[in-house]
């Protein structure tokens, strides 16, 4: 990362630093485990006047997801809206996926529900992260 930070400075004097460069940062803050450096660049880029897109959103959604943060991560996809970016497949399977690791059948479902009436549309992988946890639960009451 100390070695990002200084080709940072090197693409900014050059006027070459764009949201490519910011994701790509972002990613690299959330492999190494600092979530707090992602989203502090996340909330630069629109000082800056550069807008976050769909990657940076699903960058950040996924790591929010693998660190157990499911409540901050359904925030950002709403934020994700209101910024006019509506969520496309994979902010959706990403989402459903881990809700469908720790959280009930019913809150999947409330998921799912609010992502196709954003107009997502939702995938095999994503269906089988919903139903597979359903007919887990129904094997085990039988």
């Known amino acids: 990362m100390g070695v990002a930070k200084l080709l940072t400075k090197v693409l900014q004097?050059?006027?070459l630093f764009d949201v490519i460069t910011y994701n790509t940062l972002i990613?690299?803050?959330c492999l190494s485990?600092?979530?707090d450096e992602a989203f502090a660049l996340f909330s630069d880029m629109?000082?800056?006047g550069i807008l976050e897109n769909m990657v940076t959103y699903n960058t950040l959604i996924?790591?929010?997801c693998k660190f157990g943060c499911f409540q901050q991560s359904k925030d950002l996809m709403k934020m994700m809206a209101r910024h006019g970016i509506v969520p496309d497949s994979i902010s959706y399977t990403t989402l459903v996926t881990n809700f469908s690791k720790t959280c009930?059948?019913?809150e999947v479902i409330k998921l799912h529900d609010e992502m196709v009436l954003n107009g997502?549309?939702?995938d095999r992988p994503t269906y089988r992260a919903i139903v597979i946890p359903l007919l887990q639960e129904d094997n085990?009451?039988?």
């Open 13 to 15: 004097s050059m006027g």
């Open 27 to 29: 990613n690299g803050y």
């Open 33 to 35: 485990g600092k979530i």
């Open 46 to 48: 629109r000082q800056v």
């Open 62 to 64: 996924n790591f929010l």
């Open 104 to 106: 009930s059948p019913e």
């Open 120 to 122: 997502v549309i939702p």
């Open 140 to 142: 085990v009451e039988t």
